[in-house]
């Protein structure tokens, strides 16, 4: 993307488009920034040149946010360009699976807009000097060398273990301070070997470990389309969750946005 890139914002209100709009051209002020107070004229500045990424609401006075992330999809050719769901329920709609493919990200409100500054410039104008370590758990060796591949090229420190067993053992040595690198965030696979799931260690992070969403984050990978279970995986703690396969573009940003917030 060249500069900052051409932003579209689309929100049917004045006061929350003026605020992101500040926001996101404090973050990227090379940016060419455009609001747009509806979807039917988002549609027509799209019409007009390149966009490199799309900010919307979901409730728009003509159109659904999810719907117009479906009708740019259809209308463009730049199929990787990012279309941002920007809401206050946003964490409601993530454990009902209420958000559709064309999406390729989301923003609850309640994390504040100066996060959301942070969150648009990852995507457009990703800021490497983001980095920490990350405790990853994958049983997979083909998968684990290739996620941890693209982990360490974007500049993370990464310690890959094959079980929820090992996992839980690191976190409470490094809780004990009995030596090794601090622990940024977790990234993990739903299913793994051993006795223990991806599931079983974000509750066991959660309850007994006592480390809360903002103090530990975790990330959670799974293959699984099933509604309930990604549900579930939200309601017990996880902060977000990456489909497999993995969009590296995504996963590092989802790692930089978790570690920005959790660093306050």
């Known amino acids: 993307m060249e500069q900052g890139g051409r932003i579209l914002i689309v929100d049917s209100s004045k006061v929350t488009r003026r605020l992101i709009e500040k926001t996101v051209a404090q973050a990227l002020p090379d940016a060419q920034i455009v609001a747009c107070e509806s979807a039917a004229s988002a549609l027509e500045e799209f019409a007009g040149g390149s966009v490199d990424l799309v900010s919307t609401a979901i409730s728009l006075p003509d159109m659904n946010g999810m719907d117009l992330a479906a009708e740019l999809r259809g209308r463009s050719d730049q199929r990787f360009m990012p279309i941002i769901l920007v809401s206050g329920d946003v964490n409601d709609r993530l454990q009902n699976r209420d958000i559709n493919e064309h999406v390729t990200d989301y923003f609850d409100k309640s994390d504040g807009f100066k996060a959301l500054g942070a969150f648009i410039q990852g995507y457009v104008k990703p800021d490497t000097s983001v980095t920490g370590h990350i405790l990853y758990v994958e ?25 929820v067993e090992e996992a839980l053992e690191i976190l409470e040595g490094n809780l004990a301070s009995l030596g090794g690198p601090a622990i940024d965030v977790v990234l993990t696979d739903v299913y793994l070997k051993g006795g223990l799931t991806g599931m079983d260690l974000v509750e066991k992070i959660r309850g007994p470990l006592n480390l809360g969403r903002s103090r530990l984050p975790i990330i959670v990978m799974t293959g699984d389309d099933n509604k309930d279970k990604q549900a579930a995986l939200l309601r017990g703690g996880a902060n977000d969750l990456v489909a497999k396969p993995i969009d590296e573009d995504l996963l590092v940003n989802k790692l930089r946005f978790q570690l920005q917030l959790a660093q306050g």
């Open 139 to 163: 049983d997979s060796r083909v998968v684990a060398v290739a996620t941890r591949r693209i982990m360490e090229a974007a500049g993370f420190s990464v310690q890959h273990l094959v079980s």
